[in-house]
């Protein structure tokens, strides 16, 4: 297989993934801010990123008709306007995607989503029984969840909008027991696909000796050659495995988003990448989730977007 950048993001990245929020209104069992709650990294006032932040990252993907990721080491729907920025953002001319666990989404909300043309959304499930739900996403209930996506679903295909509505299921011991039975069981009542997810370990839990992997040799990492992680700040980070921020790729304060994707660090990290030496990249030399990563996996096509040459990650 040939690496390196997927089609069209030579010069800008397909895909901008954005942490909104630093904070959470759940404790789920198997996440690493809930286990490590110091891997929350956030300075100063950054709980939720600033709406000039979040505007200019927007104004320039929008210009290349880029994906924007809305997420967070917590809850996306916690930010006070963030669907006012999903509005500006679409109104730019960016595909806007957001995973959240659905416990906020209100009618009103949901419906000014749809109103705004958001592309995709994201559920965080991980189950398909209330037990197992409240189990694993403590602090949440599944009625609730039910609820929301009910709504949603209904008043989407109301409107004939072409949001696409995924559920997302981390495969862990605790709901292994119902990943047989849990795409039935969403799919296509509430939901338009289900993804099974890997349980991520970002370096800091003992990974489980039965996890699925997506790559058994190791490849160079694909996440460079399509995607950017941006915090709260507007500072810009390697990959989703360096939550504690040690990558530092420079910020929206002096640079824009083109300037650091095709950076000579970023560049330089690239090129080693493609030699396989990822004992000379200290984050990438650490990694314990990189079985996880895949140039086969696509997250364009699940998301309904189109799918470029080489087919993407979840």
């Excluded at 959470?24 to 006032?45: L, M, Y």
């Excluded at 314990?288 to 977007?305: E, V």
Aim: glycine share 6%; proline share 4%; net charge neutral.
């Amino acid at each position: 297989m040939k690496y390196g950048f997927v089609e069209g993001a030579e010069k800008f990245p397909k895909m901008v993934i954005v942490n909104v929020s630093y904070v959470c209104n759940a404790k789920c069992v198997h996440c690493v801010h809930t286990i490590h709650p110091s891997s929350r990294t956030v300075v100063g006032d950054g709980i939720f990123v600033k709406d000039e932040v979040f505007k200019k990252m927007a104004d320039e993907c929008g210009q290349h008709g880029a994906l924007i990721r809305v997420t967070g080491t917590g809850e996306p729907l916690l930010h006070p306007n963030i669907i006012n920025l999903i509005k500006y953002a679409k109104q730019k001319g960016c595909r806007v995607s957001m995973i959240t666990n659905g416990s906020l989404l209100s009618h009103d909300k949901a419906k000014l989503l749809l109103d705004y043309g958001i592309d995709g959304i994201e559920f965080s499930v991980d189950a398909m029984s209330k037990v197992t739900y409240e189990k694993i996403r403590k602090g949440l209930k599944f009625e609730k969840l039910i609820d929301n996506i009910s709504y949603l679903r209904k008043l989407r295909d109301e409107m004939n909008s072409s949001t696409n509505l995924i559920a997302s299921f981390i495969e862990e011991e605790a709901n292994r027991h119902e990943r047989e039975l849990a795409e039935s069981f969403w799919v296509p009542k509430y939901f338009d696909k289900i993804q099974f997810r890997v349980w991520l370990q970002y370096g800091k839990m003992e990974t489980p000796a039965d996890r699925r992997n997506l790559m058994t040799e190791r490849e160079p990492c694909p996440y460079p050659f399509e995607r950017i992680n941006m915090d709260s700040l507007g500072g810009f980070h390697l990959c989703a495995f360096d939550i504690d921020h040690e990558t530092n790729l420079g910020s929206l304060k002096d640079k824009s988003v083109a300037e650091i994707w095709r950076s000579k660090e970023l560049d330089d990290i690239r090129g080693l990448l493609l030699a396989k030496r990822f004992v000379d990249i200290p984050i990438c030399s650490k990694c314990t989730d990189w079985g996880c990563r895949s140039w086969t996996h696509n997250f364009w096509k699940l998301q309904n977007f189109e799918s470029p040459k080489n087919e993407q990650r979840g």
